[in-house]
C-alpha cells in the first residue's frame, strides 16, 4: 500500500519518527485540494496517543478537502543544517499518512484543544482556557489518525551514528 523507501541506510526507525514528532513545533498538512491540485497547508500540532491534532477555522479550502477525501499527510522538518562546503543540507523530517476527521463530539474538542494548547503554552494554562472558551464555537479541530509513519534522515547523519 504505501512504497517503500529507496535509501533505506538513511530510513529514521519507526519509534523515533514517532517521538520525533513530539519535538516538532509545526508541520505541512497536504490534502487533495481542489481541480485535483494538492494543498499543502503549514500548521502547529499535536501529537497525542498516537494521532496528530489540529486547530482550524470553521470553513476553508482545508475543510472542504478532508470532507471530500480524507486521505491525507502530514509532514515535519526537525534539521535543515545546510553545509555549503559539501553542498549538501543535514537533514531529518518525518512524513506521516492516514486519514483526518472533523472532531464533532464537543467533549473532545475541548480535550483535544486543550492538549494542543498546553503543548505550546504550558504556563499559561488559565489563559489558554479562558481563550479557548471565548472562541470554541468558532474553531474546529482536527484529528489524523496515523495509518504509516516514516522518516529519513542525511546519509552524513547516519554515518555519524545519529538515532
Same mark, same amino acid.
Given at each position: 500500500?504505501?512504497?517503500? $523507501?529507496?535509501?533505506?541506510?538513511?530510513?529514521?526507525?519507526?519509534?523515533? *519518527?514517532?517521538?520525533?514528532?513530539?519535538?516538532?513545533? !509545526?508541520?505541512?498538512?497536504?490534502?487533495?485540494?481542489?481541480?485535483?491540485?494538492?494543498?499543502?497547508?503549514?500548521? !502547529?500540532?499535536?501529537?497525542? /496517543?498516537?494521532?496528530?491534532? =489540529?486547530?482550524? *477555522?470553521?470553513?476553508?479550502?482545508?475543510? /472542504?478537502? +478532508?470532507?471530500?477525501?480524507?486521505?491525507? @499527510?502530514?509532514?515535519? +522538518?526537525?534539521? /535543515?543544517?545546510?553545509? *555549503?562546503?559539501? =553542498?549538501t543540507?543535514?537533514? $531529518? @523530517?518525518?512524513?506521516?499518512?492516514?486519514? *483526518?476527521?472533523?472532531?464533532?463530539? #464537543? #467533549?473532545?474538542?475541548?480535550?483535544?484543544?486543550?492538549i494542543? @494548547?498546553?503543548?505550546? =503554552?504550558?504556563? $499559561?494554562?488559565? #489563559?489558554?482556557?479562558?481563550?479557548?472558551?471565548?472562541?470554541?464555537?468558532? =474553531?474546529h479541530?482536527?484529528?489524523?489518525?496515523?495509518?504509516? +509513519?516514516?522518516?529519513?534522515?542525511? +546519509?552524513?547523519?547516519?554515518? /555519524?551514528?545519529?538515532?
Amino acid at each position: 500500500m504505501f512504497r517503500k $523507501m529507496r535509501r533505506v541506510r538513511q530510513l529514521l526507525d519507526t519509534d523515533f *519518527a514517532k517521538d520525533a514528532l513530539n519535538r516538532g513545533s !509545526s508541520g505541512v498538512l497536504s490534502v487533495h485540494g481542489d481541480d485535483g491540485y494538492p494543498y499543502g497547508v503549514p500548521l !502547529s500540532y499535536v501529537y497525542h /496517543d498516537g494521532k496528530l491534532y =489540529f486547530h482550524t *477555522a470553521t470553513s476553508g479550502h482545508k475543510l /472542504d478537502a +478532508i470532507k471530500n477525501n480524507d486521505k491525507v @499527510s502530514f509532514t515535519v +522538518i526537525l534539521q /535543515d543544517n545546510l553545509v *555549503a562546503e559539501k =553542498f549538501t543540507s543535514y537533514f $531529518m @523530517s518525518v512524513i506521516a499518512f492516514g486519514r *483526518a476527521r472533523v472532531i464533532e463530539d #464537543e #467533549e473532545e474538542k475541548r480535550k483535544t484543544i486543550s492538549i494542543l @494548547s498546553d503543548r505550546y =503554552f504550558p504556563e $499559561m494554562k488559565e #489563559e489558554s482556557y479562558d481563550e479557548i472558551n471565548s472562541t470554541f464555537d468558532r =474553531f474546529h479541530m482536527i484529528e489524523m489518525t496515523i495509518e504509516h +509513519i516514516t522518516g529519513k534522515q542525511a +546519509i552524513e547523519l547516519v554515518n /555519524d551514528g545519529n538515532q
